[in-house]
């Protein structure tokens, strides 16, 4: 991340009561993968969005988790051209 404009302009939506998106591309950790045990639903994109949403105090914060495991950043980069175009996003975390 080149600076944290774009995130404290979300955090500052996200106190007024705005809506806010947050997205997130990656692959086994944001979508959750755990070895021997499959997909849990207590994922990265998970636990930090609801940390984001806990401390801004406002329900309206909306989640796209495109985590898929097994990706590497090519394809990461194609899920981002598919998706982030139909839904922007005020943050978006990615990791591969």
């Given amino acids: 991340m080149r600076n944290n404009y774009r995130f404290k302009k979300a955090a500052k939506k996200s106190i007024d009561g705005e809506v806010v998106r947050i997205a997130y591309l990656g692959g086994s950790v944001t979508a959750g993968y755990i070895p021997q ?13 609801d940390y984001f949403s806990k401390k801004s ?33 005020d943050v978006i975390f990615v990791e591969y």
Avoid at 37 to 49: C, I, L, R
Avoid at 59 to 74: E, H, P
């Fill in 37 to 49: 045990k499959g997909n849990t639903e207590n994922n990265f994109a998970k636990m930090s969005f």
């Fill in 57 to 89: 105090k406002n329900n309206k914060c909306l989640i796209s988790n495109y985590g898929v495991s097994g990706t590497d950043s090519f394809t990461g980069l194609a899920i981002a051209e598919k998706y982030l175009e139909d839904e922007p996003a």
